[in-house]
């Protein structure tokens, strides 16, 4: 996959942080200095810095901006460059996804506020505001699911799929042109994220955690019809339905 401007903004600023020109407790320049200093949108500014918090290395400040944080205690989370390189790679990252969603719907099924499930609506209202209007709606689609990690009451998922995100987002995009380019598709993903929402307001776990599975597994079904997953691809994903099969079954007993 060809290297992208956020990618090249965040590895140089994380070149300058590991050489010292940006030390901790340094202030990080607004994101309009940033924009015009490396050519660059806001938005792109926006996603390369956040990937850069993602690995712990910068730190908001309520009402004052962004900080170099202090050196971690602990070694952060991160995965092989290499994932970003080819869509065979970023479908490993959509099954370890996968598992992970699907328990944080059920538990956002469990926990979640009144507040937080109308967030959750809203969040939909926003998806199809933005396709509406030509947009991709990756944006409104990625924070979606990180309302539903909100939801479970505890922050570790919602950073989890924060720092899940720079891996996924150039996949997501493909994904997204693919649905645009079939009605049917597009009415699927709608209808699926509808009925995640509506087992997470009625309270029901394990219909919850079937909806969110369900959504990714027919995401990557809908990736292999538009030709964009090579075929060898389809093996894995039909294996995970039929890995999900007897699960279901026994729950129904």
């Known amino acids: 996959m060809p290297e992208r401007l956020s990618d090249r903004l965040a590895a ?4 300058q942080i590991d050489s010292g020109a940006l030390r901790p407790g340094d202030r990080l320049p607004t994101e309009a200095q940033l924009a015009l200093r490396h050519g660059v949108s806001r938005s792109v500014v926006r996603e390369a810095v956040q990937r850069i918090k993602s690995r712990g290395l910068l730190l908001s400040r309520q009402g004052s901006g962004v900080y170099v944080a202090p050196p971690p205690a602990h070694r952060p ?3 092989d460059p290499k994932v970003l390189e080819s869509m065979d790679a970023v479908v490993q990252v959509v099954e370890l996804r996968r598992v992970l969603e699907g328990e944080i719907a059920a538990l956002a099924a469990l926990r979640s506020t009144r507040a937080q499930q109308a ?3 809203r969040s939909l209202k926003a998806i199809d505001t933005a396709m509406a ?3 991709d709606g990756v944006d409104e689609d990625m924070a979606f699911h990180r309302a539903i990690g909100e939801a479970t009451g505890n922050p570790q998922f919602s950073r989890l799929l924060a720092f899940l995100e ?3 987002r150039e996949a997501m995009r493909v994904t997204k042109g693919n649905e645009a380019r079939r009605e049917d598709f597009m009415r699927q993903v709608r209808d ?3 009925a995640i929402v509506a087992a ?3 309270r029901d776990a394990a219909k919850a955690r079937a909806a969110a599975v369900g959504h990714l597994l027919r995401g990557e079904q809908r990736l292999v019809e538009g030709g964009v997953i090579r075929r060898r691809a389809r093996a894995a994903t039909a294996a995970a ?3 999900a099969a007897p699960t279901r079954r026994r729950g129904a007993r």
Not at 12 to 15: C, Y
């Open 12 to 15: 140089a600023l994380t070149a």
């Open 77 to 79: 989370l991160a995965f």
């Open 119 to 121: 967030g959750l609506k």
């Open 133 to 135: 209007a030509g947009d």
């Open 166 to 168: 720079q891996y996924l």
């Open 192 to 194: 699926e994220h509808r």
């Open 200 to 202: 997470i307001e009625a």
């Open 241 to 243: 339905k039929t890995t």
